[in-house]
């Protein structure tokens, strides 16, 4: 039977072949739109914007675990300025916010480390500011429990210096 039936026509396989591209084109523009802003820049292409702006940053790598969801953003940061990570824990239904500021520890008292001091947030409320002494290049974590002695937040960083040009 299949033998018997003619080749679809140029018009028909130019409109199939349309409705296809234009099907992949909005499944990319779909993945796009939905792609967290804090994933633009790669390590690579993050120091090198910190090195052109000639200023001492710092390389941040994250773990943030709220309510079992965990999120993994790299956050390029200078020195002194604040810094905030934002996310949502749709199994606790609480907006957290994670804001930064990272500075020199005392040279006189440590040697290649940095001080964070942090400001926690969830749904807008205060839940901890502490400041964590850590070295470069070495994990700091803080974490809190709730009164059920489940884990409320855990919150890993690993700061790495980023020179500007001499």
């Known amino acids: 039977m299949q033998l018997q039936q003619s080749k679809p026509g140029l018009f028909k396989r130019s409109v199939a ?16 739109a939905v792609t967290p802003s804090s994933v633009v820049l790669t390590q690579a292409a993050q120091k090198q914007e910190a090195i052109k702006a ?10 943030i675990s709220v309510g079992g ?9 200078e020195q ?8 949502t824990s749709k199994k606790q239904q609480a907006k957290w ?4 500021t990272l500075l020199p520890a ?30 470069l290049n070495q994990t700091a974590t803080l974490q ?10 855990d919150i890993k960083m690993k700061v790495n210096l980023v020179k500007k040009p001499e």
């Open 80 to 87: 002194g300025k604040q810094a905030t990570i934002g996310l």
């Open 97 to 100: 916010e994670i804001s930064f």
């Open 144 to 153: 809190k429990e709730t009164p059920d002695k489940q884990l409320d937040f």
């Open 17 to 32: 072949y349309l409705m296809l591209s234009g099907l992949c084109a909005a499944s990319a523009y779909s993945a796009w």
């Open 69 to 77: 969801e965990t999120l993994s953003p790299t956050v390029m940061v």
């Open 54 to 63: 000639g200023v001492d940053s710092y390389l941040v790598n994250t773990d």
């Open 106 to 135: 005392p040279a006189d008292k440590y040697k290649d480390a940095v001080v964070i001091a942090m400001k926690v947030e969830k749904d807008g409320a205060l839940v901890a500011e502490p400041k964590l002494i850590t070295g």
